[in-house]
């Protein structure tokens, strides 16, 4: 199957910082990407590049086509939304549906109108009328009525309550997603989306650190609880990130069997699949040093 | 964690169309979108439609003032009859200007505006999501400027001017204005009406260039559009002065703002077609219309267009790049 996203090479700097640098991944159609990374990392600046919003250098391919040179004709099938805040304050919601039908060919306006029957907001509304939660409802609703085969979400639910962010994700997976979709996601709550990722792909500081399927996850990495004493054998099998927790050592390795692990660490080693977040923070902070 | 297996009955998408079906919608597409861009602008900058609107209401109510002293009016003459009409369509005339005048200072700051404010409050972002291209976009911004708006005033100058008119007729049928000054004539009339929109489209057109920069201004500062659209020509002038004694930059500005008004006579039109009716001379529209003329057989229109359409290209790549948010 042809991917989604091809990237090879993705460089970008700004003046002598480089944003991104040297960046290569593919994605899949039917995935659930998270691309996950500390502030500053070149999350944004990947995204940008791949909604063709700012020119890179490098080999980038979306849909098959090159965001940088065939951005109209791509954005019939990538719909994005860059941040909760930019739905502009003077517009009617009715205006908002008028528009988004009469510029994009697959947009579904009765979908959106049906969405919109479940919340709060009235048709005759302006944006600065809404609350933030309401603006990303709206916003939602706009963009899960377009048949687009990717959907970019940068930080989509930044500034809301949890109920609102419970909401988003469900109603995104529930209402829009399928396999042909595909969805491209930044999020500083990683807890809160690693149970609908398929996918995730950590950057710090424009490096690429990880880029898995989360099922793959689970034989690659293991998090090896135990008593201090039972550190020092561990320690020989190079975690690649260590802490403490409530008096126990966890440790963090990288393509260890659990064989080998259990022998080192003794009968009362706990081992488990490190959370996306454990691993994050892990990996993260092992690069780090 | 799966894949929704449960939506695989979603109709495969067809990519590709018939090449020459595929021609055809997409230039309805084109224009849909197109249409939809504009009526974007009238929703977000409702200036452009109040301000003609409130102007035309304001007229109107200016026609209701108590007392008026027109002592040449109440005065018999022989040539009465042809002095009456100049008067008519010196007004009419007035009426149309000044709603134009109006709509054309809302519309450059309309121009200033459009391409700055959705950087400033990130909703280009919005736009961008949407394919709708950035030619598009901002061509969409230089018709509502030459086209849309101009065309609306000058048909909304029409009921304004009838109003007027009317006003004035029942006051005078009142007694509280000379009669002579509520006269109404069609033709008259409407050789002004022909002759203002003929002014009208030649402006249009000459301005083309001028609404283009401001665009460009629009599109490519971070901050303060007014005096980045200002500050570079006044400064282009005063240090060539300095520099060369010279004034080009002025005598461009000034060419480029009023120049083609000179060039196709307007002065003459307005004497000869308003205010000469009044020394008996009917109202001529033949002359005006081959006075106006004159500017498509003016090759600094032409030059103009063509440095306004380099211009709007550079503002819709700005657009394109411009990567500040």
Known sequence: MTPVIEARALKKHFGATRAVDSVSFTVAPGRIVGLIGPNGAGKTTVLKAILGLTRFDGTLQVLGRNPDSQRDDLMQDVCFIADVAVLPKWLRVHNALDFVAGVHPRFDRSRAEEFLRKTDIRLSSRVHELSKGMVTQLHLALILAIDARLLVLDEPTLGLDLLFRRQFYDTLLNDYFDKERTILLTTHQVEEIEHLLTDVIFINRGHLILDSAVEDLAGRYIQVTVAADGVAALRELRPFYEREIFGRVALYFEGRSPAELTAAGGPHAELRTPSISDLFVARMQGSAQ | ?325
Not at chain 2, 259 to 272: A, L, S, T
């Open chain 2, 1 to 325: 964690m799966t894949t929704a297996d449960t939506n695989v009955s979603t109709p495969e998408r067809p990519l590709t169309d018939a090449p020459r079906a595929s021609a055809t919608l997409a230039r309805e597409r084109a224009l849909t979108t197109l249409q939809m861009l504009i009526r974007r602008e009238l929703w977000e900058h409702r200036a452009l439609w109040m301000a003609p609107l409130v102007t035309s209401v304001l007229l109107i109510a200016c026609a209701f003032p108590a007392h008026i002293d027109f002592p040449d009016f109440t005065r018999a003459s022989s040539d009465g009859r042809f002095r009456d009409i100049a008067w008519f369509a010196a007004l009419q005339w007035g009426l149309t200007t000044l709603q134009f005048l109006i709509a054309a200072i809302v519309v450059n700051f309309y121009l200033l505006d459009c391409l700055y404010a959705e950087r400033k409050d990130r909703s280009i972002l919005f736009w961008k999501s949407l394919p709708a291209s950035d030619g598009a976009t901002v061509l969409s911004k230089l018709l509502v400027a030459q086209a849309v708006v101009p065309l609306g005033v000058y048909l909304l100058s029409i009921p304004t001017a009838l109003l007027f008119s009317l006003v004035w007729m029942v006051r005078a049928s009142l007694g509280h204005l000379p009669p002579a000054v509520a006269m109404w004539d069609t033709v008259a009339w409407l050789k002004v009406e022909v002759i203002v929109l003929f002014t009208g489209v030649v402006a249009a057109l000459w301005y083309v260039p001028l609404s283009a920069y401001l665009l460009l201004v629009s599109a490519w500062a971070r901050r303060s559009v007014f005096l980045w659209a200002t500050l570079p020509p006044v400064l282009a002038i005063v240090l060539e002065h300095v520099a060369f004694g010279t004034r080009y930059v002025w005598s461009l500005i000034a060419y480029r703002t009023g120049g083609i008004f000179d060039y196709v006579h307007i002065q003459k039109i307005i004497e000869r077609t308003i205010f000469s009716a009044g020394s008996g001379h009917p109202i001529s529209l033949s002359a005006a219309s081959a006075d106006l003329a004159r500017a498509f057989g003016n090759i600094d229109l032409w030059i103009g267009l063509a440095v306004g359409a380099a211009l709007t290209y550079a503002a819709a790549r700005i657009r394109r790049y411009r990567d500040d948010t």
